[in-house]
């Protein structure tokens, strides 16, 4: 089946590393999205991307960069991680069509000590 | 920009009767107003959807009523069942080559035997 794939799907890390979250897909769609999901606030905005030399900010871009390396790659780097940086993040995808619907990866857990 | 309140944040109710989780959005110019639902430990996925030409729409357990007016939306979960129980998300995008999705902080529904 067509899918999104995140790696890793669980990382630890110490505060001022760089990580990078990887997400692939082979849905075929063009627009691809970082989220990050915190308990009580939802799934918000950080990146997205119509197509690979489109990359737009959302609404919680500071402190993350991205990077759309194909159709079916779109990578999210966190430069210097901070601890509340701590959170589940998700990445997506949707076709250009009108219909909007988001396919969600199984989600990357990061933890900043 | 858009924003979407969610409530409740946790719902319990008792296996058969009704749930229903109210949104409101702020901006006058969405027109589509998805739902997705979490499981436990896996991937938001979308259950139903509403466009704002219609007033209600039903998919067998599951309804979604939209009044424009008062920039509402609800999902209504009839005769509940042990799966039923999630974390549900509302969300609202209005139109533009975007169509980015702004979600509610999400509905803690459990469904008790």
């Known amino acids: 089946d067509a899918d999104v794939t995140q790696t890793p799907r669980n990382r630890i890390t110490k505060t001022g590393k760089r990580i990078m979250l990887e997400c692939s897909q082979t849905?075929?769609?063009?627009?691809m999205y970082w989220y990050r999901q915190d308990p009580g606030l939802g799934l918000r905005l950080i990146y997205y991307?119509?197509?690979?030399?489109?990359?737009n900010k959302g609404e919680i871009s500071d402190g993350y960069s991205v990077s759309r390396q194909a159709q079916a790659k779109f990578s999210l780097s966190l430069e210097s991680a901070i601890p509340n940086q701590t959170a589940l993040y998700f990445c997506?995808?949707?076709?250009?069509?009108?219909?909007?619907?988001?396919?969600f990866g199984e989600g990357s857990r990061l933890t900043v000590l | 920009g858009e924003n979407v309140e969610q409530h409740p944040s946790t719902l319990s109710v008792q296996e058969g009767d009704s749930a229903v989780i109210k949104c409101t959005y702020s901006?006058?110019?969405?027109?589509?107003f998805p739902w997705y639902k979490q499981e436990l430990g896996k991937r938001p996925q979308l259950i139903i959807d509403?466009?704002?030409?219609?007033g209600e729409k039903k998919d067998q357990r599951i309804a979604v009523t939209l009044n424009k007016t008062a920039k509402h939306f609800s999902l209504h979960i009839t005769e509940t069942q042990p799966e039923d129980s999630a974390v549900y998300f509302c969300?609202?995008?209005?139109?533009?080559?975007?169509?980015?999705?702004?979600f509610g902080s999400g509905t803690q529904l459990t469904v008790l035997p």
């Open positions: 997506a995808t949707s076709d250009s069509g009108y219909t909007g619907e988001l396919f």
């Open positions: 969300a609202a995008s209005k139109p533009g080559s975007a169509r980015q999705l702004t």
């Open positions: 991307s119509f197509d690979v030399k489109d990359i």
């Open positions: 849905k075929g769609h063009d627009r």
């Open positions: 901006d006058s110019a969405s027109n589509y």
């Open positions: 509403i466009r704002s030409n219609v």
